[in-house]
């Protein structure tokens, strides 16, 4: 087992660990609302995932054959996540999924991603249910991820333990420990002393780590020098908090969406 663990990509890596976070939102829908909505929402993933891949490759076979399926297996597990499992409309999972990819091979600045296409189309999803309310969109939020069991009369957010374990070695593996660390940290302290986040301490350490773990360190949209990561988490933190005082719609990928732009232009400026 430690050498399969060991011959694993980062990527790999990181799939696994979105594989047992989406077993575990499954089986929490069918504990708490019923056999119906699980076996609903377990079919909406499978099919997503179906989707997910014919679109990867079409996209692929015309635009941009260097993308790879792993890449895009990874999002569509993410977007999963962050679904509400209680929309009856499967369209409304596929049209998310097809704004993933537009995301993916078009948002673009000189060849490379702008956006980690997750944010994007969680952000993109947000606004447009702003403007368009009568479409009915499917909320998109990290919320999604504050799974809980209920065992011996209390609610156990177990998500904490492979989150926990992902960003022990994935991010280590991606040497991205400084940017994760330094957001975790600082969102917990302005969390605590500040109303920016959710009131539930547990929730709101579940997708701190969750957002530290998963998606701040995305690798073609953060920095990898030490001195910057540290810089970019920390900067990201007090964004998110201040948007989140703010009172901002889904203040983690709008904040996410900003450092991402930011990013891209501190990287544009540096090498003038």
């Known amino acids: ?23 575990l939102k499954i089986a929490n829908v069918f504990i708490t609302e019923g056999s119906e909505d699980g076996l609903h929402f377990a079919m909406l993933g ?42 009856p409309e499967p369209i ?7 704004f993933l990819y537009l995301s993916k091979f078009f948002i673009k600045y000189k060849g490379e991603n702008i956006f980690n296409p997750v944010a994007f189309t969680i952000g993109f999803v947000t606004i447009l249910a702003f403007f368009i309310p009568t479409l009915g969109i499917p909320p998109m939020d990290f919320t999604g991820i504050d799974i809980r069991f209920p065992i011996a009369g209390f609610q156990v957010p177990l ?17 991205k420990h400084p940017l994760a660390l330094t957001y975790i940290l600082f969102s917990l302290l302005i969390g605590i002393t500040t ?9 709101f350490i579940t997708i701190v780590l969750f957002t530290g773990a998963a998606l701040v360190v995305e690798p073609k949209t ?40 930011g990013w891209i232009l501190f990287r544009k400026i540096k090498n003038k």
């Open 1 to 23: 087992m430690k050498n399969i663990i060991n011959k694993l990509t980062p990527y790999q890596h990181f799939l696994v660990f979105l594989i047992i976070l989406t077993v």
């Open 46 to 87: 499978v099919g997503l995932i179906l989707i997910s891949t014919l679109l990867h490759f079409l996209f692929s076979f015309l635009f941009d054959k260097k993308k790879k399926y792993l890449h895009s297996l990874i999002s569509t597990f993410l977007i999963i996540l962050m679904l509400s499992h209680a929309d």
């Open 92 to 98: 409304r999972g596929i049209m998310v999924i097809l």
């Open 159 to 175: 998500p904490i333990i492979p989150i926990t374990l992902a960003l022990i070695f994935n991010v280590g593996r991606m040497k």
């Open 195 to 203: 109303p920016a986040f959710t009131e539930n301490i547990f929730s």
């Open 222 to 261: 953060s920095p990898t020098d030490v001195k910057q990561q540290v810089i970019y988490g920390g900067l990201m933190a007090i964004l998110i908090a201040t948007l989140s005082i703010l009172e901002v719609p889904n203040a983690i990928v709008l904040g996410l969406l900003i450092g991402n732009i």
